[in-house]
């Protein structure tokens, strides 16, 4: 089953966990799935069943809205990265 | 011979950085490197660039006069730069900075006469936007440059960064550069685009270390507004030691001493230069590494551990 890396931000709503798993075969199934199982989740991930604006989501390193959206593929082994939308520096 | 010349300010300097070609970090014959070598600016960043033109546009506008003073909210190098800018021009300038900055900043900052206000460190940059936004609304008295909303900066690097390596090269096929504001990569991608219509703009961004993520929810989060993530064609999560083991490889072949910016940029160019078969991979490399000495990760056992509580770029 795909992981999935929790940010500090959003483990209060998973009892502290840093990591949990969830099923699904693309990167939407995989937080739709992660939301049923994590209800505390979704005002937060999937408002209006939409990923929020401020929330990032890496796959392989990569920001998933670079490649196909929630609609990107995610093999069984593999680890998706949440990660709330932080000013850069400068 | 070469020509005699001189400069009649500092701020006349800003820009028309040297480009260099990596041969040495290339991992293939048919992919050649560049690098855009931004810590050459007078202050050693990119950001005289956008410091320069937020401050020019502001008093050409109208909007910022004698006697009024500069706050800005940043993670040190913009304001280095606006000190600069700020000290030429005669104006006062407070910087919001989170509290877990390289000392180099803050002692460069004083240096040069500016205020600093410090943010809670675990608020990482948003928490420098937050506090920088409440402080100006609070006192009318201070004009904030803003450069994450302000289109001075895309503006100078579209006009200055992207002009300049579009001028340089006969063909560039993909553009590195890190993100912070967008500046650099909306600016400078923009710019390339119109030379290059199948240009890929790359955008190499910081994984933060769990202590400086401390924001109580997600609405917290922050998204540039001259940030259009639309725009970017690859956005690459660089970790802490990854991006410091891409200063070391910089430094080591080609004798090129980055920053740690400098250093994921280098680890993103590299990921995308393995998958090309052929092309020009340009890299803005936003300072040198002078600012980062101080910092204990060089010779930690753990990098990603020794760099885990602070806001490095």
Known sequence: ?90 | MAARTHASSLLDLVGQTPLVELPRLSPKESVRLYAKLEGQNPTGSLKDRIAKAMIDAAEASGELEPGRRLLEPTSGNTGIALALVAKLRGYPLTCVMPANVTEERRRLLRLYGAEIVESPASEGSNGAVRLALELAERDPSFFMPFQYGNEANPRAHYEGTGAEIAAALDRVDVLVAGLGTGGTLMGAGERLRETFPDLLVVAAEPLPGDEVMGLRSLEEGYVPPILDVAKLDRKLLVSNAESVAGVRLLLEREGIFGGVSSGAVVHAALRVARELEEGVVVCVLADGGWKYLSAGFWEAPDVEEAMASAVWW
Request: proline share 11%.
């Open chain 1, 1 to 90: 089953m795909p992981a999935v890396r929790i940010p500090p931000t959003l483990r209060a709503e998973v009892g502290g966990a840093r990591e949990l798993e969830a099923q699904g075969a693309t990167v939407g199934e995989v937080l739709e799935d992660l939301v049923r199982r994590y209800p505390a989740l979704e005002p937060q991930l999937l408002p209006d069943g939409e990923l929020a604006p401020f929330v990032n989501v890496y796959l392989r390193g990569e920001d998933i809205r670079t490649l196909d959206g929630p609609d990107t593929p995610v093999g069984e082994d593999e680890t998706l990265i949440l990660l709330p939308a932080m000013a850069g520096g400068g």
